[in-house]
T-cell receptor, first 114, second 111 residues
Framework: NAGVTQTPKFQVLKTGQSMTLQCAQDMNHNSMYWYRQDPGMGLRLIYYSASEGTTDKGEVPNGYNVSRLNKREFSLRLESAAPSQTSVYFC?????????????FGPGTRLTVL | QKEVEQNSGPLSVPEGAIASLNCTYSDRVSQSFFWYRQYSGKSPELIMSIYSNGDKEDGRFTAQLNKASQYVSLLIRDSQPSDSATYLCAAGEPGGFKTIFGAGTRLFVKA
């Protein structure tokens, strides 16, 4: 039982390049989340998905797109990376679809945009 | 904008002491609250969740919630060097899907 996995662990991009961050969970959870974490700031929600095919914008969705391919996988795409997107990205999942549920986090992707 | 505020620290306590971490939240109707621990370079992991006013104890950890004051705290008894980490306070948006995280308090436990 791997929990929440993310790939890649590290990535360096040049401004304007695109990439997709992958996330998968094996806990049969319904909800999945993408957060970014910047120094001195809390985790900020980028996108949320309650089920396959459904997504909702979080606090900071600009510059990102997501895809909930199936119940297990939730990907985050940067179409044209900018230095302001340098951050640590965490994927998380929770069993239900309410905010009373514990969220389980993946190990994170450390992204640098030059 | 809904916020969760924490003192960034660092909070330094000697081994064996009680560490007290505090948090305030702005959304009066929040009903679910969480404390996550995050070691440097790692992902957050849940320490405690609390939903009702009062205290909730789990081993060396006690979470306290006061909804009237919009205040959440975490007490760590018999602090150990392995407790040195950043502690994130979070409040769940009722009826929605957003959990608002504070920026975290860095705790150092000195051996």
């Amino acid at each position: 039982n791997a929990g929440v996995t993310q790939t890649p662990k590290f990535q360096v991009l040049k401004t304007g390049q695109s990439m997709t961050l992958q996330c998968a969970q094996d806990m049969n959870h319904n909800s999945m989340y993408w957060y970014r974490q910047d120094p001195g700031m809390g985790l900020r929600l980028i996108y949320y998905s309650a089920s396959e095919g459904t997504t909702d914008k979080g606090e900071v969705p600009n510059g990102y797109n997501v895809s909930r391919l199936n119940k297990r996988e939730f990907s985050l795409r940067l179409e044209s990376a900018a230095p302001s997107q340098t951050s640590v990205y965490f994927c998380a999942s929770s069993a239900g679809t309410t905010t009373t549920d514990t969220q389980y986090f993946g190990p994170g992707t450390r992204l640098t945009v030059l | 904008q809904k916020e969760v505020e924490q003192n960034s620290g660092p909070l330094s306590v000697p081994e064996g002491a009680i560490a007290s971490l505090n948090c305030t939240y702005s959304d009066r109707v929040s009903q679910s609250f969480f404390w996550y621990r995050q070691y440097s370079g790692k992902s957050p992991e849940l320490i405690m969740s609390i939903y009702s006013n009062g205290d909730k104890e789990d081993g060396r950890f006690t979470a306290q919630l006061n909804k009237a004051s919009q205040y959440v705290s975490l007490l760590i008894r018999d602090s150990q060097p392995s407790d040195s980490a950043t502690y994130l306070c979070a409040a769940g948006e009722p009826g929605g899907f957003k959990t608002i995280f504070g920026a975290g308090t860095r705790l150092f436990v000195k051996a």
